[in-house]
Structure formats: C-alpha cells, structure tokens
C-alpha cells in the first residue's frame, strides 16, 4: 500500500516535473539538514568549543553550522531537478561584481580567518598595537573586525585586515615583564654608592621585584647636567601596577633618603677677559 502511494505522489505533478513525492523528499532533505546542523552545533559546543578561544569557538560553530545548512539546500535542489547551471553562472559574474566593489570587505573576512588559524592573541589577552598607538585587552576577533578595549575604559573597533597586518605586542604570554627607569645624579656623586642606593630600596620596598634575574643599572649616558642610570627591574605580568608606574618615585625617594643629588639643568657661562 505504501508503494502504491508513493507511485500515486510520484505521478501527481504540481509544475512542469515537479511532484508531489519530490517536494516531500525535498522537505524531508531540509528539515534534516536543520535538524543535523543544529545537533552538530550542539556537540561542537560540547565537545570542542571548551577547548578553544571563544572568538575562534563562535565562527566555527557558525561555519559548521550554515556549512550543512547550504549542503541540505544542494542537496533539496538536486532532489526537485532543478538546474543550477545558469543560476551559478550569474552568480559567478555577479560575485566578481561584488567582489571588485566590496575588496575591503573580503580582506576582513580573510583577515578574520587567518587570524583565527594564527592566533597571535586570545580572547582576554592585553596587546599593544604600536602602529596605531592603541594598547588594551582584546574582547573579541569576529568575522570582520576585531575589538579592543583600552586601558582607559573605552572600546574601539578595528578592522581585521588592520589588526591582521600590524605589529600586535602581546603584553600577557611571557609569565614575567621589565620596568625601566632613568635617573640622574650630580656628576660629584659616587655612583657605586648611588646604585647601591637604589638596589637596597628597591628590594625593600618593592616586594614584587623579582631577584632573579636581578635589578640592573646601567650609565645610560654622561648627560650636561647629570650622570644618567637607566634602571630595569623584572616583575611577573599580573604586578604591573606594583612596578611599572611607582618606579621612578622609589627611585627618587632613595636617592633624597642618601642625600645624592638629583641636579636641575645647569650651564656653565664663561665671559671673556678684555
């Protein structure tokens, strides 16, 4: 009976060669191509998403899940007849079209993806983009642009084929980080004495300073005025702010402590003998 009501669908033709049994196949084809895109995308989330960056993780579910969505719809098309010759003909020719007018669009999304496949920073990591002075914490590499908050709160916007070609200075992989300083002392002072100074508070006051590898003072420069030391010091990544930006001011106060002088800018002005 079944059979004969197959055979019965299949002679009930509704347009030209389409018929009642080819659009239910078609049907069927569609509504499991849904139902199977969404069970991948739920087993992706499951099973491989946990494992991966959460910008990567999105596209991917997205890619997976219209991948299959397109392939059911070939499929339908090729259920029902249809000949989708002419249509990618035109398809192709209008791609190119819009291809030569969207250019900046394309090189995002390629940009995007290869981003994704590169991972130069991860969802959370603080980057610094020197070429186009931003620094802050990315939130999120999409399809076609990327984002980035920076330290000062806001967030910007950046284009994946910018993101993508510029120098990205990735402020979180290394466990630990260097400050540096300058300083200057009188040209009467000791500086063996002076970076003494400086190492004994600097190891006292700044607990997070690591000892090894150990503060380092080098005579950066016989300025007019002064002997300049640059000073750097190492600290691990999540003690920025117990480092970087209180240097100079330890600095300063264990020189004022020792009484070494810290000179102002001095010229020398000789006046010639009539």
């Known amino acids: 009976m079944v059979i004969e009501l197959l055979q019965s669908l299949s002679e009930m033709h509704l347009v030209g060669e389409?018929?009642?049994?080819?659009?239910?196949?078609?049907?069927?084809?569609?509504?499991g191509g849904i139902i199977t895109a969404k069970i991948a995308k739920i087993l992706f989330h499951k099973y491989y998403a946990p494992s991966l960056p959460k910008d990567t993780a999105q596209n991917i579910s997205k890619l997976i899940y219209f991948g299959i969505l397109i392939i059911s719809f070939l499929a339908f098309t090729?259920?029902?007849?249809?000949?989708?010759?002419?249509?990618?003909v035109a398809g192709g020719i209008f791609a190119v079209v819009i291809g030569f007018a969207t250019q900046s669009v394309v090189s995002n999304?390629?940009?995007?993806?290869?981003?994704?496949?590169?991972?130069?920073?991860?969802?959370?990591?603080?980057i610094d983009l020197p070429d186009m002075g931003i620094s802050g914490t990315l939130l999120d590499i999409g399809t076609f642009s990327s984002k980035v908050r920076i330290f000062d709160g806001t967030v910007t916007r950046i284009p994946n084929d910018k993101?993508?070609?510029?120098n990205i200075r990735s402020l979180t992989l290394?466990?630990?980080?260097?400050?540096?300083?300058?300083?200057?002392?009188?040209?009467?002072?000791?500086i063996e004495n002076a970076i003494l100074v400086m190492r004994t508070h600097?190891?006292?006051?700044?607990?997070?300073?690591?000892?090894?590898?150990?503060?380092?003072?080098?005579?950066?420069?016989?300025?007019d005025s002064s002997v300049h030391i640059h000073v750097f010091v190492w600290y691990p990544k999540d003690d920025w702010s117990e480092a970087q930006p209180i240097l100079?001011?330890?600095?300063?106060?264990?020189?004022?402590?020792?009484?070494?002088e810290i000179p102002f800018p001095q010229r020398v002005i000789w006046s010639g003998k009539n």
Do not use: C, W
Not at 78 to 88: A, E, F, K, P, V
């Open 248 to 260: 100079l001011a330890k600095l300063k106060r264990a020189l004022d402590n020792a009484e070494i």
């Open 163 to 166: 993101f993508f070609t510029s």
């Open 78 to 88: 090729s259920s029902q007849g249809i000949d989708l010759s002419g249509i990618m």
């Open 202 to 223: 600097i190891l006292q006051t700044m607990p997070f300073v690591l000892q090894i590898p150990k503060p380092e003072f080098r005579i950066e420069e016989l300025g």
């Open 18 to 31: 389409l018929t009642v049994l080819s659009l239910l196949l078609g049907g069927i084809i569609m509504v």
């Open 109 to 126: 999304l390629i940009s995007g993806l290869f981003l994704m496949v590169e991972k130069p920073a991860k969802h959370g990591d603080a």
């Open 174 to 190: 290394s466990t630990v980080r260097r400050a540096d300083a300058v300083v200057g002392i009188s040209y009467n002072s000791d």
